[in-house]
């Protein structure tokens, strides 16, 4: 999350407004997935969380799983418009490859902040029919929605499948996460969905020798103190109310790998050291 003027009469970054002199979230995440979008800034960045919380690629990676779990079940359940903030880096299958393996005619909206995203974006994502990417901040929910592109694309009579993936982490408790979500909800019919994961440092609750490993937490979130954002972890008590209308389905808020998996299920160690809750709700 970077810097961003709030407000529909924004209209993008230039060049000479895209910071590299600091580490971006976005960025860092595409390092953890093993991408190349990313300057040495986040390199470094990236590496300093991996050599106090070694198993964060392995967060990112379970998290990417969990996206595409829940897109494809959403997907098969008949949903054919989705609004995906915060996207990053694309990295494939994306968010629209993964729903039209399905449906083809499913359109998707992808927004960010981060200048480079929309570089990568319109070389990647928005060459693809019915896709559309919008420069947004998701701390700005009605720039979004009253963005011509969404306008074309999402039809707010029709369900919608909003994807909020590692994203409200990077929002701050004085930001109010809960409002911006209810924002995005009020604009959305019955039968949306809201897809949230959300970074923690409380332990795995079934995992008997679980703990918070404080020294490695602080560590990682004085990594983030650096980054054009700070990472704000929240507790699975936290996380669940910020679903707000959205009835949670089932498993409810889990750690990501346990949410409808299509595998092997990770044991109570690994999951311990998967730092995201995930969870898929309903508008009723």
């Known amino acids: 999350m970077g ?22 979230p976005a960025r860092m995440y595409d390092y953890y997935l093993g991408g190349w979008d990313n300057y ?22 379970a998290n990417r799983a969990f996206l595409r779990r829940a897109v494809g079940e959403l997907v098969a ?7 995906d903030i915060g996207t990053g880096i694309p990295t494939s299958p994306n968010t629209h490859e993964v729903a039209r393996e399905t449906a083809p005619d499913t359109r998707v909206v992808y927004v960010d ?18 896709t559309g990417f919008v420069l947004g901040d998701v701390r700005d929910p009605k720039a979004i929605l009253d963005h011509p592109t969404v306008r074309e694309l999402i039809d707010f009579d029709r369900p919608v499948a909003l994807l909020l993936v590692a994203v409200l982490h990077f929002v701050r408790d004085d930001e109010d996460p809960a409002a911006l979500v209810a924002t995005l909800a009020e604009a959305l019919p019955a039968g949306s969905h809201l897809v949230l994961s959300h970074a923690t440092g ?27 954002a700070t990472l704000n972890l929240r507790s699975k008590a936290e996380i669940e109310p ?14 990501v790998p346990l949410w409808r998996p299509d595998g092997e299920v990770p044991g109570p160690r690994d999951l311990n050291n998967t730092i995201f809750y995930g969870g898929v709700g309903r508008k009723a």
């Open 242 to 255: 910020l679903f707000g209308p959205f009835a949670l389905l089932e498993p409810g808020v889990v750690r």
């Open 40 to 61: 040495e800034v986040d390199r470094v960045a990236a590496e300093r969380v991996i050599e106090v919380h070694p198993q964060v690629r392995h967060s990112a990676r």
């Open 3 to 24: 810097p961003y003027v709030q407000g529909p009469e924004h209209s993008g970054f230039s060049a000479d407004e895209i910071d590299t002199s600091r580490p971006h």
């Open 77 to 83: 359940g008949g949903i054919r418009q989705i609004i």
């Open 202 to 228: 409380e332990p795995y609750e079934a995992y008997a020798e679980g703990r918070t490993d404080v020294q490695a937490r602080d560590g990682v979130i004085n990594v983030y103190k650096s980054a054009t």
């Open 113 to 130: 902040n981060d200048p480079i995203v929309a570089t990568h974006a319109g070389a990647r994502l928005t060459n693809a029919e019915r």
